[in-house]
């Protein structure tokens, strides 16, 4: 759908002012070239409505700083970029993650599991799993003890595939804190093995 620059003046002009009409125009306008865009690179619809979405969200939070005399073109697709990078980045991250982890357990001799499997070291874990939010070890457990795959976790909640992602790293993140404090040289073998037997 085109849209000429008066037009799109007006409706920047509108959301300024606060008009969820203009607002809900814009998000029209400029759906499909950015989810054609966002698939090309991230090759999943699920992915592309999410960061979308999200990057409208962020227009409509952030509408006070928008120049009516600024083309809009080049600023959502900038936030659209920057955001399919940041979840091309997560993905990269996970993959890293999932390699290491085969890499190391090959290395695990029977000795150190048994160290590991200290009921102190263990204690640890649990202690580490408390630091996370009702949501975070819902979707974690559902993620590492149910063996339930994104997509399965975002249907059965409600949420989108980006939102389980975003709750799973967070909850990684905030484990390895915690074993970091706590567990000292053992935060790597402990977060190895949690990943693999949980």
Request: overall charge negative; proline content about 2%; glycine content about 2%.
């Amino acid at each position: 759908m085109y849209i000429n620059s008066e037009q799109e003046r007006q409706l920047i002009t509108g959301l300024l002012n606060d008009d969820e009409t203009a607002f809900c125009e814009l998000y029209a306008l400029y759906k499909n070239r950015l989810m054609y865009f966002a698939m090309t690179f991230l090759k999943s619809k699920e992915f592309a409505e999410d960061i979308y979405q999200d990057a409208f969200a962020s227009v409509w939070q952030n509408r006070r700083f928008l120049n009516p005399e600024s083309p809009f073109a080049p600023y959502i697709y900038t936030i659209v970029k920057n955001r399919i990078l940041n979840v091309l980045a997560g993905i990269d991250k996970e993959q890293q993650l999932k390699n290491k982890i085969l890499s190391a357990a090959v290395e695990i001799t029977n000795d150190t599991e048994e160290a590991i499997l200290d009921a102190d070291l263990n204690g640890l874990l649990e202690k580490a799993l408390m630091n996370l939010t009702t949501q975070q070890r819902r979707i974690f457990d559902m993620s590492r003890k149910e063996m339930k795959s994104h997509k399965e976790i975002a249907d059965e909640l409600g949420i989108s595939v980006y939102t389980v992602q975003q709750h799973i790293s967070a909850s990684l993140k905030i484990i390895r804190i915690y074993l970091a404090k706590y567990a000292g040289t053992y935060t790597d073998l402990l977060l190895l093995l949690f990943c693999l037997n949980v």
